[in-house]
């Protein structure tokens, strides 16, 4: 973690500890320069992080002001994908259905950009939240990328494994959502019934070299399945 | 709009029109300087500006590559908030079902951040998309910021009126989406049955100075709704 990273992270800290709420102010720049003993460019890179992340929102000539979302039991749509801390909120665990080294199909080497003859892991996992079924989740991941997988590494957090064990870095992704019906299967993992609703995402990740080295399906439970995107003024 | 905003809609018009691939690597930093006569600063900003929009992802030591999704028929769910200029791919039109002036539930209130006893302006609209319906969206606008709205208006882009005709600058929106099953009003609306799987939308949409101004509630129809969402590293 380079040091602005573990600024931004000591800053969103502050801001929990004291339980700030959507539009408090921060401490002037300088007094936070002061307080974390750090530059100005340095303070400013963790604040733009933090802004990016939607944790602040910097007016200028006012200064920078907390942003909260304000619901509970919501999921970040972004950050689940990469599985990320603020779901420690929650209590999720995974069941590995299915592990496996295969061949490709059309679509997956065309989305992971490899061939047909080389191998892909493949995993099938029903995800549970609180107890309660949250999503089946199909993934495939080019083998000469991610060049070990276990079922105990599955039955965890797989993107904590991609970087800490591997050692590599999560760059960007593309996802694909729509709203369909529960087929027969999906409605069995999920515990439901064929033709109620479903929430289907599929996700493309790629390194920061712009690799894609996993390509997921996931099926959603629609009855706990509330996400929260906060989103920046580039996409407005 | 500022010169780096004019240069990145510019590299993005360059990469539009000669049809660049996910991949494809974009000219080196003195190259892109040399052509639109700005400087390195200018240039970097453009590019970052680029970067988050997910138009190109930059390798550190390596290159600007050129970044796109591959799917056709897909909403982009974060411009279309705004309703940005990549929805003119499609043919996107409104039916305005209610206009009005009116005080707020306390529910928007809340969202709002207003009293009671204020005035927000109501419209219920069906929006299409190449002639099916998309949604059915309620929004509830403070009238102490957007000041004035009629039916042309709202039978068109209410964010481009904001905007260009108001002058106020959109910063950052909380989004909250679930799917749940159509309501007996929704299906009608919609043409669709009770019962049959919507996306539901509520977003807050904030000012730059972080003053909530639009508080919307969008059902969308299943069919028509096939959504994408880029992310950049900082969410995962």
Known sequence: MLKYQQIAAEIEKYIEDNALQQGDKLPVLETLMAQFEVSKSTITKSLDL?????????VRGSGIFVRRHKR????????????????EDFNITSEVIELEVRKPTKEVALALNIE???????????RYINGQTLCLEESFYNKSIITYLNKEIASESIFYYIREG???????????????????????????????PKLYVETLFHLTNGQPFDFSKVTYNYEQSQFFIQTNSQFL
């Open 116 to 126: 047909l003859n080389e191998d892909v892991y493949y995993i099938k996992r029903v």
């Open 166 to 196: 591997l050692g590599l870095k999560v760059g960007f992704s593309d996802m694909y959502l729509h709203v369909d019906k529960l087929n027969e299967e999906e409605a069995k993992y999920l515990g439901l019934k064929k033709g109620e």
């Open 50 to 58: 933090l802004e990016k992340k939607g944790v602040v929102f910097q």
């Open 72 to 87: 509970k039991g919501y999921i970040s749509l972004l950050s689940n994908q990469g599985f990320k801390e603020n779901l």
